[in-house]
């Protein structure tokens, strides 16, 4: 007695919602699909049609070497000049009707055809995922801005869902096989990491890309005082090391974001590219003017970002809060440069942090919007994050001085540069604010008092 | 000679921006900017690859750009003159620089987030007011805008 195939309740009400009628389910588990997968068809739109023609097969237009040809074959034939006989010989060692309409229509000929009998006939091919049912037919268009990421977002491939309910690397838009292992990411709400500009941010970064090594206008460099040497090594090894923290921890981020989000691992992925131009940029100064690396900074601030539990929390902290902070060095960097080496490097840093700050600031308003309700456990992260960069400021002397000689251009000055670095202080934290606040998150009254004093000079 | 401030002179570098190759290396720039010199607003469209308009426009306008850039007169002249006379501007005259030299900066913005693009596109919007170098400059007087 054949044994019965029995829907279970939740797909049988999902097929009802979606027009699938029972044979048709009943038909598709007796093939091996597990009710989830099936469920996952119904969601992703695919219809009862597309999944009675996916189990239908290549070798549902078969015919034996000595029946009638079916008209569509013969259609077929005729466009591709392939001769009867030859077809009969195909069919007869073993070829599948739907197998030889697609050899005719990719453009094999006769005499390629005849030259596979020869070597024993054509390869068995599986072919099954030809006719797989995703969203066929579409034609992205070039925009302005070229072929862009947003321009491929049409259709199904453009459904970003809040909910992304695969575990492996199966890219948006695909359909998922049974059997396939999980990737082990751990990011599947769309609140958790999505910015409304990401995929323009992507494209920006791929556009506005620069060469450390040839573009930056390095005979421009002439010898500095040494003191002023000293500041500016000092300082490219404190962003040296941030840029490439800022890098280590992304790149240990991207692997738990979801293939459903493949925009933010895009954009992320260029972000960490950008820390690695910063690290060798800074790094190259430093090493090109007669000076060295200088001392290795405490690392208060980088801990709060490395130790955050979630990603919203590292995306505030780090995105959000330290780089508007680094984005105001680079500020600053760019007005006192010493020569058009250093301008270049500043100017072109700053365009890239910019992109960094908007990417969090971005994706923190997104959070609000969607849910409002962790506008609190923000404020959490922003309050351990602003008291370990304190304690930066406190313990690092050798950053804060560095920035007062460079700017003052040189260490007797040094009460001026200090005016600056608190000018420049003042600038992070008021443009700080002022990003939250855009994102509808009000800062200014719980601001860290340490912090808070800045404002105040 | 076109004369600054004006739609024709915007224009003028407009057109010379359009066709630099060096430009377009840049890559894509999406802003809208304002220019504020005294009573006198232009405003700025960039999109893509290319400076795409030019037109003369109101105060309650700002609010729909990102940013706009505003300093005295007599700093325009002073910034225009400067990038005339070296090809470009200077270490001390660059857009960033004016704005952390001005105690309410240069570029001015009614929200936090859209005023970055000042940063973002920041060698861009510099390319374009270089190209000022290539034209000649007639300077309307200061009580024309005031």
Redesign the interface.
Known sequence: MADTISIPDSLRAKAQEKGWPDDLVEQALATGASADQLIGYMNQGVTAEQARGFLAGPASGAASGGSELSTELKAAAATAQWPEDLIREALAAGAAESDLINFMTLGVTAEQAREFMAQGGPPQLDLSWMQVPTEWNTRAKP???GLTLEAINIGRYGEIPDEWPYQTEMPRGAVPIPGVEAMGYSIFQKQEVWSDVCA?LY??AI???WRPATDVPWASIEPLADDVERAMCQICTHISEKEQMEADVLGRWEPDISYGYHEVKLYLATTIFENARAVEVFRKRALSNGGGLGMQSPGWGFRSVVDARNFTEMCSIQMVLQDSLT?AQY??L??Y?K??AE?YIA??A??D???H??YG??HL?YVMMHRADRRDEIQRYLDKGEGMMLQDDRKDPATREAFAIYFAGGKDNIREGLKTYNQMRK?AIE?Y???????TIERADRLDAGLKAFLQD | MPAFPSVEWFDAIREITNKDPEFRA???V?CVIGIKVGSKILEVTF???ECTNVREVGENDLRDMDFWLEQPYDKWVDMIENIKKNGKAD?SH?L??I???LPDGFARAH??????AF?????SI?DFFNASAKIDTQFLAEAAVA
């Not at chain 1, 604010?433 to 994102?439: C, G, I």
């Not at chain 2, 929200?111 to 970055?116: P, Q």
């Open positions: 925009t302005k801005h323009r494209e920006e556009q506005r890309r984005l500020q600053y760019e007005k440069a020569n058009p301008k100017a072109h700053m365009e942090k910019a992109r700050v908007a600031i971005t308003k600038r443009q604010l002022a990003r939250l606040k855009w994102a | 840049l890559g894509t999406d999109d893509a690859f270490l660059t960033n620089t704005d952390l030299s929200d936090g987030y859209r005023r970055d940063y973002r596109f920041n060698q510099q």
